[in-house]
């Protein structure tokens, strides 16, 4: 495939994704639902993040596309050059850039175990910090070359390869140098490389905000019959997801979940659900309604009556005696009256 046939490729699926940040937004709910009980998982970031890491690979993508071009030049600027060299000389080119990334990796190694036993407020500790920034950009710049060098390497070896190609090189060495600057330029002036640029700057820009908690308004409400544990306004989504459930009342059922402008509908047993919103605020709604077979339990509880049939004996013959006595009074008050 051509550099400027995969350029175009590139283009498209980059436009997308800056359209995605520029006027779309993503937020993604799923979870389950039953009559009795559900769960709403909101996750905002998640989708930022995929589209975040989309961009980074349509801007490696378009940066390959570069080094490519690049290296598909150099390429032929080493077969013109001598043909039979050209091989020997890219080799050589990769194992000095592999020299020079071992040795920049030594010298941050070095600094870092300097920085160990320094105070990072000291003075020595703030040079050394900034030594560290300068090394570490030195290994980045030095591994850059490192793949520079290996894609010539393979640009030579597939032109070498070829000896068709090889044959039209070397039969019109200006046209192919001709064709190879238009190349380059054509990967360097690419709006797929800008594109994929702007998109890295919006991706990082989205979740800076998402993870702020700016972007999105979550509405999580119901009706009369049951409630989620958190109904009411939630603003942005905090973290990478969050979490809510519901559940009905004794006497109602959960009928269907609203999301956004799609329902779900509950049965006896827990269904999975999934939606997916490209609106900054989604309302989720929990609608329950009466049971008519409901019928509340009702507990009986037993009342144990204490015997105390020994206890109205004695009061009878308490009573019994009282009456003897009164007998024995009355008789005694005859026989007093007798005298």
Same mark, same amino acid.
């Given at each position: 495939?051509?550099?400027?046939?995969?350029?175009?490729?590139?283009?498209?699926?980059?436009?997308?994704?800056?359209?995605?940040?520029?006027?779309?937004?993503?937020?993604?709910?799923?979870?389950?639902?039953?009559?009795?009980?559900?769960?709403?998982?909101?996750?905002?970031?998640?989708?930022?993040?995929?589209?975040?890491?989309?961009?980074?690979?349509?801007?490696?993508?378009?940066?390959?596309?570069?080094?490519?071009?690049?290296?598909?030049? #150099?390429? !032929?600027?080493? %077969?013109?050059?001598?043909?039979? /060299? +050209? $091989?020997?000389?890219?080799?050589? &080119? *990769? =194992? @000095?850039?592999?020299?020079?990334?071992?040795?920049?990796?030594?010298?941050?190694?070095?600094?870092?175990?300097?920085?160990?036993?320094?105070?990072?407020?000291?003075?020595?500790?703030?040079?050394?910090?900034?030594?560290?920034?300068?090394?570490?950009?030195?290994?980045?710049?030095?591994?850059?070359?490192?793949?520079?060098?290996?894609?010539?390497?393979?640009?030579?070896?597939?032109?070498?390869?070829?000896? #068709?190609? !090889?044959?039209? %090189?070397?039969?019109?060495?200006? /046209? +192919? $140098?001709?064709?190879?600057?238009? &190349? *380059? =330029? @054509?990967?360097?002036?690419?709006?797929?490389?800008?594109?994929?640029?702007?998109?890295?700057?919006?991706?990082?820009?989205?979740?800076?905000?998402?993870?702020?908690?700016?972007?999105?308004?979550?509405?999580?409400?119901?009706?009369?019959?049951?409630?989620?544990?958190?109904?009411?306004?939630?603003?942005?989504?905090?973290?990478?997801?969050?979490?809510?459930?519901?559940?009905?009342?004794?006497?109602?059922?959960?009928?269907?979940?609203?999301?956004?402008?799609?329902?779900?509908?509950?049965?006896?047993?827990?269904?999975?659900?999934?939606?997916?919103?490209?609106?900054?605020?989604?309302?989720?709604?929990?609608?329950?309604?009466?049971?008519?077979?409901?019928?509340?339990?009702?507990?009986?509880?037993?009342?144990?009556?204490?015997?105390?049939?020994?206890?109205?004996?004695?009061?009878?013959?308490?009573?019994?005696?009282?009456?003897?006595?009164?007998?024995?009074?009355?008789?005694?008050?005859?026989?007093?009256?007798?005298?």
């Amino acid at each position: 495939m051509t550099v400027k046939k995969r350029l175009t490729i590139l283009l498209i699926g980059v436009l997308s994704i800056c359209l995605f940040f520029a006027f779309g937004f993503q937020i993604d709910v799923s979870g389950e639902i039953s009559k009795e009980e559900g769960t709403t998982e909101v996750s905002l970031i998640g989708p930022l993040k995929a589209a975040a890491n989309e961009a980074e690979t349509a801007l490696k993508a378009a940066e390959q596309a570069v080094l490519d071009a690049l290296a598909d030049q #150099t390429a !032929l600027v080493l %077969i013109l050059v001598d043909p039979t /060299a +050209a $091989l020997e000389t890219a080799e050589q &080119a *990769v =194992l @000095d850039a592999q020299t020079a990334v071992s040795e920049a990796q030594i010298k941050v190694d070095d600094t870092i175990a300097l920085l160990v036993d320094l105070d990072p407020e000291s003075p020595e500790g703030i040079l050394l910090a900034a030594q560290l920034v300068v090394d570490e950009e030195a290994l980045e710049a030095a591994e850059l070359a490192l793949e520079e060098t290996k894609a010539v390497l393979a640009a030579v070896e597939l032109i070498l390869a070829d000896p #068709t190609a !090889l044959e039209l %090189i070397l039969a019109d060495p200006e /046209a +192919a $140098l001709k064709a190879a600057g238009e &190349a *380059v =330029l @054509d990967a360097q002036e690419d709006p797929a490389l800008t594109e994929a640029q702007l998109a890295v700057l919006e991706a990082e820009a989205a979740l800076e905000g998402a993870e702020a908690g700016t972007n999105s308004h979550i509405i999580l409400n119901s009706n009369n019959g049951g409630s989620f544990d958190s109904e009411g306004n939630h603003s942005g989504v905090d973290g990478e997801e969050s979490s809510f459930t519901f559940s009905s009342d004794p006497g109602f059922d959960l009928i269907w979940l609203r999301v956004g402008n799609t329902k779900f509908s509950s049965t006896e047993e827990a269904i999975e659900y999934i939606y997916s919103s490209d609106k900054k605020n989604l309302t989720i709604h929990a609608h329950f309604k009466k049971d008519k077979d409901y019928s509340p339990e009702v507990t009986v509880e037993e009342t144990v009556l204490e015997d105390d049939t020994g206890q109205g004996d004695e009061n009878d013959g308490e009573k019994g005696n009282g009456k003897g006595k009164d007998k024995e009074k009355s008789n005694n008050g005859k026989k007093n009256k007798n005298k």
